[in-house]
Each structure stands twice: as C-alpha cells, then as structure tokens.
C-alpha cells in the first residue's frame, strides 16, 4: 500500500517568513496530493490540492509542487503571519475504485511567532 | 448543506461499556471514512466504506464495527471500550467522478475518554 512521509514534524519561523513542508510517497500509480491544515481542537481542513498532470499550483500565500519522478511534492507558504499557526497534514492516493482512501503524512506543527 | 455531521461531541465511557458514534453526511457522497487522532499525532483509518452495503476496515478496526445501511449515515460502534480507544474520531467523506478524485470533507470530531 501507499506509504507518505512527512517532515519535519515540527516547525517554528519568524512572522513574514517563508516555511515549507516536504512529503514523499511510495506508489508511484498515486495521482492526486491534498494538504490539510488543523487548527488546535478543530478539524483538519482542506487548503490546496494538485493533480499528477500539473507541476506547480498557486493560492495567494500558498503554494504546492509535485515531482513525480522523484515522488515527493511540498507545501510553500510565504509572508507567514501568526494565523498561519496549525498543524498540517500531506496525503496522497490513486485514481478511484473500490478501494479509494487517502493515506496521510504524520503532520507538521507550524509555530509561527510574532 | 450542513456537510458531515458528527454527533456527540464529547463522551466519558468507563471500561467495558459500548456507544455509538454517529456521522451523517448531506452531499450524496459515495465514500465514507473513521479515523482516530490520538494527540499529537496523526490520522489513523479505522473503517472505510466505498457505498451502502459496502464496508472494509482499515489499519486499526480492532474494538470497532461499522455498518452503512443508507448513503447519508456510517456509524461507527464501539463495544467493550478501553483505555487505549481513548482518542478524537473523525468521520469524513468524499466522492468520486469519471474525471477526477477529491479530497474528503471532514466532520467536527468527536472527543471520546475511555476510564
């Protein structure tokens, strides 16, 4: 099955400043990438997505790239404010049928300071 | 729509009692999911179902049972609870076309504490 690694686990940056998130997965028949963003005590939610046929897609502050020679794509998000503090989850699944799941990284707690 | 419905929001259980967890969705999603979150840590599949009639488990169904007996509803059961099924359960959903696949859509969660 998919397999999703997720680092790092914890990160901490200045307001204004850029983080970024990496995430790898193992199957290489995986065609589509979400990132979730939880905020303490709710529950995650969906804040950008990118398909297998597209390298790059942009959202204001925030930005996805997917390598699928290399199996890995990352998360961006530049001009951090202090809002942007959560935890996020990468994930990773195939097209379709009946056994259609995502399988999730383990999280990155983003700490962003004032 | 109101989305994916989880009720309750919280519960204390004591050792060795049942409950069930309810999760409703509005969107005619075919896909329905549990997961549990243990703290600090990330999301672990339960029980999974792709239609009504149609359950599979997941990486962690032991202690669990699941039906889907209509497209809106996937309760999840919990019998004899212990210590270790302390945890926030997660129900979500998705659906799938001819084009393209989806992220899920999560519901509130709900706070179990087994002592």
Known sequence: GENVEQHPSTLSVQEGDSAVIK?????????YFPWYKQELGKRPQLIIDIRSNVGEKKDQRIAV????????????????????????????????????????GKGTLLTVNP | NAGV?????????????????????????NYMYWYRQDPGMGLKLIYYSVGAGITDKGEVPN?????????????LRLE????????????????????????????????????
Do not use: W
């Open chain 2, 5 to 29: 419905t989880q009720t309750p929001k919280f519960r204390i259980l004591k050792i060795g009692q049942s409950m069930t967890l309810q999760c409703t969705q509005d969107m005619n999603h």
């Open chain 1, 23 to 31: 995430c790898t997965y193992s199957d290489s028949a995986s065609n």
């Open chain 2, 63 to 75: 202690g669990y049972n699941v039906s889907r007996s209509t497209t809106e509803d996937f309760p």
């Open chain 1, 65 to 104: 790239t997917l390598n699928k020679t290399a199996k890995h794509f990352s998360l961006h998000i530049t001009e951090t404010q202090p809002e942007d503090s959560a935890v996020y989850f990468c994930a990773a699944s195939t097209r379709g049928g009946s056994n259609y799941k995502l399988t999730f």
């Open chain 2, 80 to 115: 004899l609870a212990a210590p270790s099924q302390t945890s926030v359960y997660f129900c979500a959903s998705t659906t799938l076309d001819g084009r393209a696949n989806y992220g899920y859509t999560f519901g509130s969660g709900t706070r179990l504490t087994v002592v």
